[in-house]
């Protein structure tokens, strides 16, 4: 026991205690539903958490000489708390899981079963046992740094002196140092791979598809996610037997990460592809921003090539291969500053052809590609010529045209989905709203955003630690849960991780968009030529293999 205890070091009871209510704060659901691991961890990790700030208020109140209550009116207050404290954490535990299953039965989720508190149970011990221990490491530490600055300083200076010295250490090698550098290495050696990758498939026999032996672009250059995009989505026949008249091959131009060492030489590749394609003498061209992978979402594609009928062409430049997450936190302007290059090439272009016969000229992306596809649609740089529209789906929080028009809403609109204005220039759509319900018509510009209610990557807000987000004081929508309940730094927590698992949510929640729901927006933002509602309808069934499967199978 003696050596259990020197190996723990000493340990704080009304500190777990503080703990033990940020893992009850954080069973409560969130916007995704959790499993018994995820919760488990997450309920490890916030009571670690609420451990520490136990610490840290304890060591200002000793900071400060404040008094201290006597031993036995201590020890009986710990008692009685510990009672209500458990009693409570019990009471909400087995709470959970009924409200778990509410969240998932509104998603169309299997239940979760009882067997699952166990597993939380477990989950959360292993997870505050392991944080604990690392921070029992950094603490061993700080003392190691703080014994070496008392040879040199007062003990009060050496204190402060060797808190900041660990802090900007840590902060070196989890964020400046060590991990931006794995990040950059990972892109890098991942080019080189592809570079020696022999499995690839053979490059287009059509010469007038990007990657053939005509193209300008090296098929061996431009990436899984790019060879799937180009070789995929509907082809004039497919699109043919849909709309009943002779159709066009759609324009796929894709560029990869590789095949250019700078954004301005992948945007320079991808308008001399789209030029050799004879792009610009189509109806409709699309400047879409891929994903953190690079992935070019089929659902998205697909059914706006069916709409006009194959006379259409759409470009994309890759800059990245990460998660659109970890690109959102680590490879923040590498997206940016490719989409601006895209963009200002294309359209520096374009706005050079005679009206009247140019292309229609619209700008799109998905998650993180809606961020970059954001930034990069400069209104300002628009204003002598600008773009017909833009559609942009699941737009991460950060965006800050989003977050400006968001804080544009007509009053008594919902956050999660918001009137602006008349909406003639701008509105929302949803898996429950396409975007064609407005005051006004539509102006010269449409510009169209989807989100999901239940999506963080677009409602996730940073002011969470110590707020509750906007959309907690409307009434839930209808895929979201009555009984969030906000906690300070708890809230913070269960967000960031309903990021992580959003990815993984049934079609039409969290951050799965789908096929479906792209339809109705295109249909505003593009206005396709003698398209009625029955034909919407049509391409809705004829899409309904699932959001990652896009439209491009054969009729049934």
Known sequence: MRLIRRAIGPFS????????????????????????????????????????????????????????????????SIWIATGLIVAFFLWVLGSSLTWQNDLRDKMGMAPADGLNLIRI?????????????????????????????????????????????????????????????????????YETAQALFEDAPPPPSDPRQTGSRASLIDWSGIGKPGRDFITSGPDADAISAFT????????????????????????????????????FERRVLIIASPTGTGWMDPGAHDPVEYMHNGDIATVAAQYSYLQSPLALVLETNTGLEQATALQDMVHGYWKTLPKDSRPRLYAHGLSLG???????TNLFRLLDDPIDGAFWAGPPFPSDFWNYVQNQRSAGSPWVLPKIGDGSLIRYASHTADASQAAAEW?????????????????????????????????????MSAHFIFMPVVSQFQLALDMALSFGSPPGHGHAYYAQDYIGPWVQVTAPEGWTDSDTARLKAHCDVGFQSGCAHSLQ
């Open 244 to 279: 009943g008249r002779p159709a066009l091959d759609p324009i796929r131009v894709y560029v990869g990460r590789a095949n250019g060492e700078t954004p301005m030489e992948r945007a320079a590749l991808a308008l001399a592809e789209l030029k050799r394609q004879g792009a």
């Open 121 to 189: 149970l477990v989950f959360a011990t292993l997870t505050f046992a392991a944080v604990f221990a690392i921070g029992r490491i950094v603490a061993s530490f700080f003392r190691l740094v703080r014994a070496r600055l008392y040879r040199v300083m007062p003990p009060r200076r050496a204190n402060v002196v060797g808190l900041i010295v660990v802090a900007v250490i840590l902060l070196v090698v989890t964020r400046d140092g060590i991990l931006d550098r794995v990040i950059a290495g990972l892109d890098t050696s």
């Open 370 to 376: 809606a961020w970059s596809s954001m930034h990069a």
């Open 13 to 76: 009871m009304p500190c777990l205690l503080i703990g033990l209510l940020f893992f009850t704060a954080s069973l409560t659901p969130s916007l995704i539903p959790r499993e018994p691991a995820v919760q488990g961890i997450l309920g490890g990790l916030v009571t670690a958490l609420g451990y520490l700030l136990g610490q840290i208020v304890g060591l200002l109140w000793r900071a400060l000489d404040m008094p201290a209550l006597p031993r036995f009116l201590a020890r009986s």
């Open 443 to 479: 102006g010269e510009m449409r510009i169209v955003f989807l989100q999901y209610a239940s999506d963080p990557v677009v409602f996730y807000d940073p002011a969470s630690f110590w707020r509750a987000p906007p959309w907690m004081r409307d009434p839930p929508a209808a895929d």
